[in-house]
Structures are given as structure tokens and as C-alpha cells.
């Protein structure tokens, strides 16, 4: 057997593992819970629609269709999307420690969410608040690094941070207000992250620009490896890097906005899973976008399973995903660091 051979042995293996580790750990999810639920009954029940033969108790229907199946399905789509924009945004940027949050959209959509909260609006609207607000968020970064005649990348970097700072005072402020028996847990709670409130009806309504988003940013995946190596050389290739940055910009901004909106601040996975995709299948972005979205669906997906099970108590997602994308990150940034110099 040649040495290229079994490169593509090797490759052919870490493709079909991406494939079934999200597919696995979808199944098993089920499983997984106060009310734990045996493998058998897990397959009986998914199939019960189509095998009127197979059917189960109401109880065990509502655990698997009602409770379990739309956190499962929210858990993978914002993983997925929280990866794939940090692994866009890394690419664009140049800067290995960016985030799908850099241009203030995170913090945006944090604001939108706390005055819903505060004027004692349902979920859907807090939901679409702060889906809006994070738009408008990175909007607002993009309209202040354009209104500079230098301006440029960097230019672009200071005023999402400055956006950031901004948005998150008057998060602060909306605290301050927020009556403390009532409001404020509520406002803080979701700005630790969580799923325990997703249903049907929340998913619906990011399909659509998770949809858009996505497929944009994986149509455009061939050319990213061309902007991450420089304006010029784009140029000289007959792209143009502004356009295809802005474009990059939009895609990722409406993702990150609508699972934010669906699960609140999680922050880590958009700066951790590409890292550790980037190692395991390489910098080509043609490979490296489709596995950061099995990886980060993935990973999000055992970090929920973790929340809800670890102890009696569910835990914030976004507390684990800080306390263990932390140290993993770090590891990472040691081992890998050296593919950005």
C-alpha cells in the first residue's frame, strides 16, 4: 500500500466518523434525562408514525417527540452554526482567536432579549427582540468601521469591540431596572445560555435565516481559503475581499443571530471546535467549514446532555461550555498555534 493510499484510508475514516458522530449522539440523547429511556423504546418510538404497530405509551411519546427531540435538534443547530461562523470569521480575519461574537452580535442580541424580558414580552418575541437586536448590533459595527476613510480589518475589529462594550452597558442598565424577584432572573438566566425552553415553534421560526446563512457561507467556502491569505492575493485572483468579506459578514452574522436568540449567550464553541477541527482535517476551508459543522453540533450536543443530567439541577450551557472549552482551548492554542505563523 502506497503512502497516498493510505492518507486517503486515513481521510476516508475521519470523514465517516464526522458523518456518524453527530448521528450517534442524536440517538443517544434520547436515552439521556430524568426520566432515562432504554435503547428499544427510544427506536419504537421514533418509528411508531410509521408503524401504527409500534406504538407506546402517550408518556414515553411526549418525552421523545415533545421534550427531547426539538432541545436535541436545537442543541446540533446551534453548535453547528456557532462553529461554522467562528471558523468563517477565523478565516477572514486571519486571527485564530476570533469569534462568531467579534462584531458585537452576541451582545446586541443579550439587549434585545433583556428589554423583551423587561416589558413582559412572550418568548416569541423575546426570541425575534433579540434576534433583531443582533442584527442591528453588527450593522451598527459595520456602518462606524465604514465611516472612517482608513478604514480596514482592524478598523472593523475596534468598532465591534466598542459595540460590544456599548450593548453590554445597557444590558447592565436593563439589570439595574429589572425588578430582582422577577425580571432579573429571568434576564440572567438567559444570558447564561440554556435550551430547557426550546420547543417546535422556536425552531420554526430561525429555520429560514439558518438556512440562508449556511448555504452561503458553504457556497463561499472555496474562496475563503483564498481571502484568509490577503487582500492582495485575492485581488490578484480576481476576487474582490471587501465584497466577499461583507457578504462573509452578513452570512455569518444572521446564523449567529438566530441561535443566539434560540439559546441565549453561549460563547466558546465558535472560538474552540474550530480550532480543533482545524487540527484534526486540516486549514482547507473547503473541508474544514463541513467538519466544524459535525464537530460543533456535536460537541454542543454532549455538552446539553451533560447540563441536564449532571447533577439534579440543569446547569447553564453556557457555564460548561466556558468551564470546559477553556482549558481545551488552551491546549489546543499550544498544540496549534504554529499553523498561523
Same mark, same amino acid.
Given at each position: 500500500?502506497?503512502?497516498?493510499?493510505?492518507?486517503?484510508?486515513?481521510?476516508?475514516?475521519?470523514?465517516?466518523?464526522?458523518?456518524?458522530?453527530?448521528?450517534?449522539?442524536?440517538?443517544?440523547?434520547?436515552?439521556?434525562?430524568?426520566?432515562?429511556?432504554?435503547?428499544?423504546?427510544?427506536?419504537?418510538?421514533?418509528?411508531?408514525?410509521?408503524?401504527?404497530?409500534?406504538?407506546?405509551?402517550?408518556?414515553?411519546?411526549?418525552?421523545?417527540?415533545?421534550?427531547?427531540?426539538?432541545?436535541?435538534?436545537?442543541?446540533?443547530?446551534?453548535?453547528?452554526?456557532?462553529?461554522?461562523?467562528?471558523?468563517?470569521?477565523?478565516?477572514?480575519?486571519?486571527?485564530?482567536?476570533?469569534?462568531?461574537?467579534?462584531?458585537?452580535?452576541?451582545?446586541?442580541?443579550?439587549?434585545?432579549?433583556?428589554?423583551?424580558?423587561?416589558?413582559?414580552?412572550?418568548?416569541?418575541?423575546?426570541?425575534?427582540?433579540?434576534?433583531?437586536?443582533? $442584527?442591528?448590533? =453588527?450593522?451598527? !459595527?459595520? *456602518?462606524? +468601521?465604514?465611516?472612517?476613510?482608513?478604514? @480596514? #480589518?482592524?478598523?472593523?475589529?475596534?468598532?465591534?469591540?466598542?459595540?460590544?462594550?456599548?450593548?453590554?452597558?445597557?444590558?447592565?442598565?436593563?439589570?439595574?431596572?429589572?425588578?430582582?424577584?422577577?425580571?432579573?432572573?429571568?434576564?440572567?438566566?438567559?444570558?447564561?445560555?440554556?435550551?430547557?425552553?426550546?420547543?417546535?415553534?422556536?425552531?420554526?421560526?430561525?429555520?429560514?435565516?439558518?438556512?440562508?446563512?449556511?448555504?452561503?457561507?458553504?457556497?463561499?467556502?472555496?474562496?475563503?481559503?483564498?481571502?484568509?491569505?490577503?487582500?492582495?492575493?485575492?485581488?490578484?485572483?480576481?476576487?474582490?475581499?471587501?465584497?466577499?468579506?461583507? $457578504?462573509?459578514? =452578513?452570512?455569518? !452574522?444572521? *446564523?449567529? +443571530?438566530?441561535?443566539?436568540?434560540?439559546? @441565549? #449567550?453561549?460563547?466558546?464553541?465558535?472560538?474552540?471546535?474550530?480550532?480543533?477541527?482545524?487540527?484534526?482535517?486540516?486549514?482547507?476551508?473547503?473541508?474544514?467549514?463541513?467538519?466544524?459543522?459535525?464537530?460543533?453540533?456535536?460537541?454542543?450536543?454532549?455538552?446539553?446532555?451533560?447540563?441536564?443530567?449532571?447533577?439534579?439541577?440543569?446547569?447553564?450551557?453556557?457555564?460548561?461550555?466556558?468551564?470546559?472549552?477553556?482549558?481545551?482551548?488552551?491546549?489546543?492554542?499550544?498544540?496549534?498555534?504554529?499553523?498561523?505563523?
Amino acid at each position: 500500500m502506497t503512502k497516498d493510499s493510505s492518507l486517503n484510508i486515513d481521510n476516508l475514516v475521519i470523514y465517516l466518523l464526522l458523518i456518524a458522530l453527530p448521528i450517534f449522539l442524536f440517538f443517544v440523547s434520547f436515552m439521556l434525562g430524568r426520566y432515562p429511556v432504554a435503547p428499544i423504546d427510544v427506536i419504537k418510538t421514533i418509528l411508531s408514525p410509521i408503524f401504527p404497530s409500534l406504538a407506546v405509551s402517550p408518556e414515553l411519546n411526549s418525552i421523545v417527540f415533545t421534550i427531547r427531540l426539538p432541545r436535541i435538534i436545537a442543541a446540533l443547530l446551534v453548535g453547528a452554526c456557532l462553529s461554522l461562523a467562528g471558523a468563517s470569521f477565523q478565516g477572514i480575519f486571519k486571527n485564530p482567536l476570533v469569534s462568531p461574537d467579534l462584531l458585537g452580535v452576541s451582545a446586541g442580541a443579550g439587549f434585545g432579549a433583556a428589554i423583551a424580558i423587561l416589558a413582559n414580552m412572550g418568548n416569541a418575541l423575546i426570541q425575534l427582540s433579540a434576534f433583531i437586536f443582533g $442584527i442591528i448590533s =453588527v450593522s451598527i !459595527t459595520y *456602518v462606524i +468601521s465604514k465611516s472612517y476613510r482608513a478604514g @480596514g #480589518i482592524l478598523l472593523l475589529v475596534l468598532s465591534g469591540t466598542a459595540v460590544s462594550a456599548f450593548f453590554n452597558a445597557l444590558i447592565s442598565g436593563t439589570k439595574f431596572m429589572a425588578d430582582p424577584y422577577d425580571k432579573l432572573p429571568q434576564i440572567t438566566y438567559w444570558l447564561m445560555g440554556s435550551l430547557s425552553t426550546v420547543n417546535f415553534n422556536k425552531l420554526s421560526m430561525i429555520i429560514i435565516p439558518l438556512l440562508i446563512g449556511v448555504t452561503v457561507i458553504m457556497i463561499l467556502r472555496w474562496h475563503l481559503n483564498v481571502l484568509s491569505m490577503g487582500d492582495e492575493e485575492a485581488q490578484s485572483l480576481g476576487l474582490g475581499p471587501g465584497k466577499l468579506r461583507f $457578504i462573509v459578514i =452578513v452570512a455569518c !452574522t444572521l *446564523v449567529t +443571530s438566530a441561535a443566539v436568540s434560540i439559546s @441565549g #449567550i453561549i460563547g466558546w464553541i465558535g472560538l474552540v471546535v474550530p480550532h480543533m477541527t482545524r487540527i484534526i482535517v486540516g486549514p482547507d476551508h473547503k473541508i474544514l467549514l463541513p467538519a466544524s459543522l459535525s464537530i460543533g453540533a456535536s460537541f454542543l450536543l454532549l455538552i446539553d446532555n451533560i447540563s441536564r443530567t449532571f447533577i439534579s439541577i440543569e446547569i447553564p450551557i453556557g457555564i460548561l461550555t466556558a468551564v470546559i472549552g477553556v482549558p481545551i482551548f488552551l491546549y489546543l492554542l499550544r498544540r496549534g498555534y504554529s499553523e498561523w505563523n
